[in-house]
């Protein structure tokens, strides 16, 4: 009998389940995969380098379209940077809206990388019931800054705008009845704050759905139980953060462990995982969207109950009030001087971190005291994963290779930057 050869193929770029611009060569005896290959690349934009030409508060829609599943949540870490340098306070509202929308990001993200993850593997249902929460959160992001993805919300200082005290509302048409569409309308009747209340109160059931669907199905254990196992030690020596970490077995969380902004104020659990592999990294997942409903519906709890400003009034730094720009000199002279030069930041170098849906989200910010960053750094979380794919994949089928490619929650636009 003839034995069989080695060889080699192309597993992308343009293959569905590559999520993207992920192109990898496979080195495969018989369906048994050798060594895997990454080619990263395809979808490098230079936004390290861009972000060198633009004044400070320009460069923040820059980083929403890095992982462009969780916008606010890279707003977060380049503004935290910025406030370090400046030195600057944050009003407590803000940061509770800021927490409030770091979570509802960390949900988006789950959806859809739940959904995504289902479907490369074969289960189609759930992807349509991810993007039917996902609608309600994405009109949360269109009622604060007028998009549904972009958001570029969070300033240095606070953001951009307070919460509105009314929701957009469904309009009857040919599609839909007078009678749906007041149905719809129901839980917008009131403010942002009460129709996220709403969302919070039906989406634990809302989960309840997807575990149904996966967690004890079958053919989802099969392609997910033992596949893509990484140990407690080499988890660390890989560099993962996130629910790639936290999936074998390491309680890291920078909520926990570094709290930022008024994480420390608020009652959360990490959820971990005991054996690494892919079905563990589901179930952490899975939690941590029943921790992050916990953690939005306390911030709404405290908005309700405390009003006071979302940003910081260092007109230096801040757009002053319309109605004072309209009527007093000096406030139109910032208010220029603001948004054609932007602000200086004293030389110095400064790395903050956040805890992104996918693990640590980091920027380093180099000032040379001019008004654009000397040097940004981003640290990818996706990146580490991504590198340590060749040794996850080693000796399993090209089957599960998609289901490895899925559990690690991979988005290029982070990655090649």
Known sequence: MPEIKSFTMNFGPQHPSAHGVLRLILELEGEVIVRADPHIGLLHRGTE??????????????????????????????????????DIEVPIRAKYIRVM???ITRVLNHLLWLGAHALDIGAMS???????????LMDCYEAVSGTRMHATYYRP???????????????ASKWKSKKDVNKLNEPREGTLLDFIEDFTSRFPKCI??????LTDNRIWKQRTVDIGIVTKERAFQLGFTGPMLRGSGVAWDLRKKQPYEVYQNLDFDIPIGTNGDCYDRYLVRIEEMRQSNKIIKQC??????????????????????????KEDMESLIYHFKLFTEGFCIPKGEAY???EHPKGEF??????????KPYRLKIRAPGFPHLAALDEMVKGHMISDVVSIIGTQDIVFGEIDR
Not at 362 to 371: H, K, M, Y
Request: net charge negative; charged share 30%.
């Open 126 to 136: 759930v992807f349509l019931y991810a993007f039917r929460e996902r609608e309600d």
């Open 300 to 325: 709404v709890d405290w908005l309700k109950d405390n009003n006071g400003n979302i940003i910081s009034d260092n007109n230096k730094i801040t757009p002053p009030k319309r109605d004072e720009v």
């Open 208 to 213: 309840d759905e997807y575990e149904t669907l």
């Open 362 to 371: 980091g920027v380093t910010l180099i000032s040379d005291g001019a008004n």
């Open 157 to 171: 200082g606070g953001v951009a705008k307070d919460l509105p005290l009314e929701m957009p509302k469904y309009e």
């Open 352 to 354: 903050c971190a956040v």
């Open 101 to 103: 929308f770091d979570e």
């Open 49 to 86: 380098k861009l972000v060198e030409s633009k004044p400070y508060n320009q460069n923040i829609g820059y980083m929403d379209r890095l992982d462009y599943v969780s916008m606010m949540s890279n707003e977060h870490a380049y503004v935290l940077s910025i406030e370090k340098l400046l």
